[in-house]
């Protein structure tokens, strides 16, 4: 089985480079570029002189991917690279980086340890100023909100005179809140007053917010919120 998803995601990479249009003056590093993020064998990018992990979790964790056309690939080994944006797939001998162009979603199951039901993590691809990122589901519906972490790259601050400081670069993880409205993405503002503002030509959210106390920053408060307005 495992032998056979490689092959299919393997191929999928093969499509996706095929389908692209390189002008004849384009550089072979860009050609190179273009191959490692469709999604050829790849590596654990944690590199020497930077600390910290690229990923969301060092864990391997099951799950299955959606892709567009709506067909699934079950039965995979999966983690996040939130530094390089990227879901990675395991196999007995190698890494793959999956190619994000086709991608849906990508779930991971679980089992409730106090209840032993099934739970779902839910991860998406949406596009948000251009760019395609990786989204947790914490609530589905007019009114979405996700989750998005990513890493920030932090210079050494070792500073010599006083012996003090980190003398290598760092990866500082980090989380922003968006949510979703007539299809468009956005970052969730850091005060119920910018909310409101932003949310002007929808009254309805405009009064929920008003109506509800919550802060935009702390993720239990959003989900309560946003679950509260969906009903």
């Not at 989750?147 to 500082?172: E, F, W």
């Not at 993880?173 to 909310?195: A, C, H, M, T």
């Amino acid at each position: 089985m495992q032998f056979l998803i490689t092959i299919f995601l393997s191929v999928l990479s093969c499509s996706y480079i095929l389908a692209q249009s390189f002008d004849e003056s384009t550089k072979m590093s860009d050609k190179m570029v273009v191959a490692r993020t469709a999604g050829f064998e790849t590596y654990d990018t944690r590199l020497k002189g930077i600390d910290g992990s690229p990923y969301l979790k060092d864990n391997w964790s099951e799950g299955y991917i959606v892709l567009l056309n709506g067909d699934t690939i079950q039965d995979l080994v999966l983690k996040i690279d939130v530094h390089n944006q990227e879901f990675v797939h395991k196999t007995e001998s190698k890494m793959m980086s999956i190619p994000k162009a086709f991608v849906e979603r990508i779930v991971f199951t679980g089992i409730d340890v106090f209840t032993g039901s099934r739970v779902d993590d839910n991860f998406v691809l949406k596009t948000h100023e251009n760019e395609r990122k990786i989204f947790k589901e914490l609530v589905v519906g007019d009114y979405s909100v996700y989750r998005h972490d990513y890493c920030v790259l932090l210079k050494p601050s070792y500073n010599p005179a006083i012996d003090a400081g980190n003398i290598n670069y760092q990866l500082n993880k980090k989380i922003k809140y968006y949510y979703e409205i007539d299809g468009l993405v956005k970052i969730v503002p850091s005060s119920r007053k910018k909310f409101m503002k932003e949310v002007a030509e929808h009254p309805v959210l405009q009064e929920a917010i008003k109506m509800n106390r919550f802060d935009s920053k702390d993720e239990r408060d959003l989900i309560n919120f946003f679950k509260t307005i969906n009903k």
